[in-house]
């Protein structure tokens, strides 16, 4: 089991707990299908096993984890049908939220978007004179995908609407891993076209939201969720 980071502050334990485990599942650290315990992730966390216990409970309701005994649990995996009808629903989160963003966003949200995807550009040029399947390739893809990872947070965050952001919270740590994994495997296959279309797709959406244009912006959005979900999907899967 990889290293999880040290914890602090006694009194919030619980979350903390939960805010490590569920981010060392999305990235990987934890591997799906992977058993843990409590004991070794309290002594991973160096912390008691009460807030791990607490921490669990809640993931098991996030269904990122699944009970295996009294004191241990797998990380979760899904087959291909139910992490498709995952991404459905993300889906029409993603759009509504871009929709929400076209009506609501201020016009400091809408500037860190521009800078988000500008920062990204700026990047895409560097991507252009490496080594194909070099660490710096790698770094840069990855670089790229975290921004655009924002780009989409600061979406969602312009929205508003809290219950929404609580949903795209929890369809989030489904696919995290997938997505990186997908995107990587493409830039270095003959799909470099592929990825460049749907890179330029968030600029298109920044248009639209920018407009005001709710509609335009919720068409786009979820074509955009549909095609890259699909690839990270077969991309899992494929063989």
Same mark, same amino acid.
């Given at each position: 089991?990889?290293? =999880?980071?040290?914890?602090? @502050?006694? #009194?919030?334990?619980?979350? /903390?707990?939960? !805010?490590?485990?569920? *981010? +060392? ?74 929709? =929400?963003?076209?009506?609501? @966003?201020? #016009?400091?949200?809408?500037? /860190?978007?521009? !800078?988000?995807?500008? *920062? +990204? ?89 920018? !407009? ?28």
């Amino acid at each position: 089991m990889g290293q =999880l980071p040290q914890l602090s @502050s006694p #009194a919030t334990l619980g979350d /903390q707990a939960y !805010a490590a485990i569920r *981010e +060392a599942i999305v990235t990987g650290v934890l591997r799906r299908g992977e058993k843990v315990t409590e004991r070794g992730l309290a002594e991973s966390l160096s912390i008691s096993a009460t807030p791990v216990r607490e921490a669990l409970r809640r993931l098991e309701q996030d269904r990122l984890v699944e009970r295996t005994g009294p004191r241990s649990v797998r990380v979760a995996q899904f087959g291909k049908e139910e992490l498709r009808e995952f991404t459905m629903i993300e889906d029409v989160l993603r759009a509504l939220s871009a929709r =929400l963003a076209a009506e609501k @966003s201020t #016009a400091a949200q809408r500037r /860190q978007m521009s !800078a988000c995807l500008d *920062e +990204a550009d700026d990047l895409r040029n560097e991507l252009r004179g490496v080594a194909p399947g070099s660490d710096e390739e790698r770094d840069l893809v990855l670089a790229i995908q975290e921004l655009m990872g924002r780009f989409h947070t600061l979406v969602d965050e312009a929205g508003g609407n809290a219950i929404l952001l609580q949903m795209l919270h929890t369809v989030d740590a489904f696919g995290s891993e997938g997505r990186r994994n997908s995107a990587l495997s493409q830039v270095r296959s003959e799909q470099g076209n592929v990825v460049d279309e749907r890179y330029r797709q968030h600029r298109a959406i920044y248009d639209a939201i920018a !407009a005001g244009n709710g509609d335009k912006a919720e068409e786009l959005m979820r074509a955009h969720s549909h095609t890259s979900n699909t690839s990270r999907i077969e991309t899992r899967f494929a063989g």
